[in-house]
């Protein structure tokens, strides 16, 4: 056996068997040509079969969608501080709950590719028959999870992850140029999830009902109302229960309301929700965030009011709390020299108040790059199995969402995510491990 291919099979062993070599293997497997983009995809195809996704229902184990997270911080991340992340997430999502003996995603066989079939299989909550289908797909493309998303948009089971699951995967099967065998493992996961039992459609029902027969779409279309205007929309969304929101929320849809107004008011909203989360919330009111992403995606060009209905209603759904209880920024006893360097510092050792403040200095004096540097930064030293990678998914989510944004939101999704980040470390043990081995 030549060395390229010991390596390689070292590192598929890992994957089988991860022990206490599994950064040393992987850092052998990235010196490759292509090596992070071929390790990565022996890890998706070999891990999807093996774990006991059905276990974690209704919730999804989130080691495969921080991938996709991973490459969307890159360009953000130095070479070294990248490696680790994708180590340790890569680490994370091998050391998921496998399925014990026969049964499991690794004993469905291949169907005939049929769509006709998987349309009928998520209908019928047939979850075997949609990866099946999936599986015998000749050649996967992204379109193919773009429809597959598109199938259970109104379907909000667990913070929307159906949708999301099928974007995040479409995204992580662009970013590693399309494979043809891995791309499959990842659409039929996908289709698998989306067909299974538990289903959520009672936004969108209620949507619905208010809607009725008269048909409209939401506009794609700029920026045309003012920040007070968008504020005032935040915080029908937070305040109001959830009758008077639907009710309130689709007269602004009937009032043409555009779609970079409306996901403004929702940002907003999520922002002031992100900053009344408590240490134990922190993670799961981020998933706002991630699902606000992936509904501007599948929405950029306007589209279903009911589906603007239901995000709002997601939104809402969290916990606000009295503005005078609210965290605020609040500046450092003293002010760093370097605020990249003191924002850092003020994340990694669990100073939200102080976190904001240089946050939103540094953004007001360097820009939004600068800033979502040290977020990403502070992401990357942060172990996901400890958070289940909420860290790198809510930034990753903050640079989807911040192009389409005007700047008063920006600021506040970037205060809220500084805030979230440095009220929710955990231990960086993993971390250390992989920048040694990894050298």
């Keep these: 056996m030549n060395p390229t291919n010991a390596v390689e099979e070292a590192w598929k062993a890992q994957l089988e068997h991860p022990d206490e070599t599994f950064f040393k293997k992987f850092g052998a497997r990235i010196q490759a040509p292509d090596g992070v983009r071929d390790g990565v995809r022996e890890a998706v195809k070999t891990l999807i079969p093996l774990i006991d996704w059905e276990a974690y229902l209704p919730n999804v184990p989130h080691g495969l969608m921080g991938l996709r997270a991973v490459f969307r911080l890159r360009p953000l991340l130095a070479e070294k501080s990248f490696h680790r992340i994708l180590a340790t997430q890569l680490h994370a999502f091998a ?3 496998r ?3 026969s049964g499991g995603l690794k004993s469905i066989g291949r169907g005939s590719g049929s769509w006709q079939n998987v349309r009928a299989a998520i209908a019928k909550k047939r979850p075997s028959i949609a990866y099946g289908e999936m599986l015998g797909l000749e ?3 992204l379109e193919d999870f773009k429809v597959l998303g598109g199938l259970v948009q109104n379907d909000m089971a667990n913070v929307g992850h159906k949708s999301v699951m099928a974007h995040q995967l479409g995204d992580l099967f662009q970013a590693l140029d399309s494979p043809r065998a891995t791309g499959k493992r990842m659409l039929a996961l996908a289709a698998w999830l989306a067909a ?3 289903s959520d459609t009672f936004w969108n029902q209620r949507a619905s009902k208010r809607i009725g027969e008269d ?5 794609a279309i700029p920026v045309c109302l003012s920040p007070e205007s968008h504020a005032a929309g935040a915080r029908d969304i937070c305040d109001l229960g959830l009758v008077e929101l639907l009710d309130r929320f689709i007269a602004r849809l009937r009032e043409g309301c555009g779609s970079n107004d409306l996901l403004a008011m929702l940002v907003l909203a999520a922002s002031e929700k992100q900053l009344d989360a408590r240490r134990d919330l922190e993670g799961k009111t981020t998933c706002t965030f991630v699902y606000l992403a992936t509904h501007a995606a599948i929405q950029m060009h306007g589209g279903d009011p009911r589906l603007y209905a239901q995000a709002a209603a997601l939104v809402n759904l969290f916990p606000t709390d009295e503005e005078e209880r609210r965290i605020k920024p609040e500046p450092p006893r003293q002010m760093p020299d370097d605020l990249a360097t003191g924002l850092l510092e003020a994340i990694l ?7 904001m403040y240089l946050a939103q200095s540094l953004h007001k ?3 939004i790059e600068a800033l979502l540097c040290v977020l990403a930064e502070a992401a990357s030293q942060n172990d996901p199995a400890f958070n289940h990678s909420q860290h790198i998914l809510s930034v990753a989510a903050a640079v989807d969402l911040l192009p389409l944004l005007p ?4 600021s506040a999704l970037l205060t809220a995510v500084a805030k979230s980040l440095a009220n929710s470390q955990g231990t960086a043990d993993l971390g250390r491990l992989a920048d040694r081995a990894l050298g």
């Design 215 to 219: 048909v409209f779409r939401v506009e």
């Design 99 to 101: 399925r014990s003996g």
């Design 196 to 198: 299974t039992e538990l």
């Design 407 to 410: 700047e008063h939101a920006q």
């Design 365 to 367: 004096t360097q820009g």
């Design 349 to 355: 050792d669990s100073e939200p108040p102080q976190a």
């Design 139 to 141: 050649t996967p493309t």
């Design 95 to 97: 050391h998921e709950g």
